[in-house]
């Protein structure tokens, strides 16, 4: 006899079997995002969805601080760190990139309140005794972001 070219066939039983560990299993390879809105202070972390965390690493600040007069204006970056099932994935905000969707969200956005940022400080900068909180609004693509989240209007 020769043997079959094609596999064998599962029967009834083993194939719900193995179509119910298919589903169980890849529900467990994204847990869902929640929306929400976190206000944050660096190093703080919030979690997202069970075994996904957001960490807002560090900021830094460069800008040019209120009543004075520079050749540069400046950047403020802030740095965020997410940890999901996935592995880790770092972006940045600010107020000329107010929103990201890092991959390890699967499709959820992360939308920065520039309104809520202070204004520039006289010696800005990175230091512990001065930290810059922030707010974030976590949402599904395709949600509205808040009016809150745009950037503010040129003078």
Request: hydrophobic content about 40%.
């Amino acid at each position: 006899m020769m043997p079959s070219r094609f596999p064998p066939r599962l029967s009834a039983s083993a194939a719900v079997l193995v179509m119910a560990a298919g589903a169980l299993l890849g529900g467990c390879a994204a847990n869902p995002i929640h929306d929400g809105v976190y206000p944050l202070q660096p190093e703080q972390t919030v979690t997202l969805a069970p075994g996904t965390t957001l960490t807002y690493d560090s900021f830094s600040d460069s800008r040019c601080p209120a009543n004075t007069q520079c050749i540069w204006a400046g950047r403020l970056i802030l740095r965020f760190i997410v940890d999901a099932p996935g592995g880790r994935e770092e972006f940045s905000l600010g107020p000329d990139q107010p929103v990201a969707a890092p991959n390890a969200l699967h499709g959820a956005q992360v939308s920065l309140d520039v309104r809520a940022l202070p204004l520039a400080r006289a010696g800005a900068g990175a230091h512990a005794a001065d930290p810059l909180a922030v707010t974030l609004r976590i949402s599904q693509a395709g949600t509205p972001a808040s009016p809150s989240t745009s950037k503010p209007p040129r003078p």
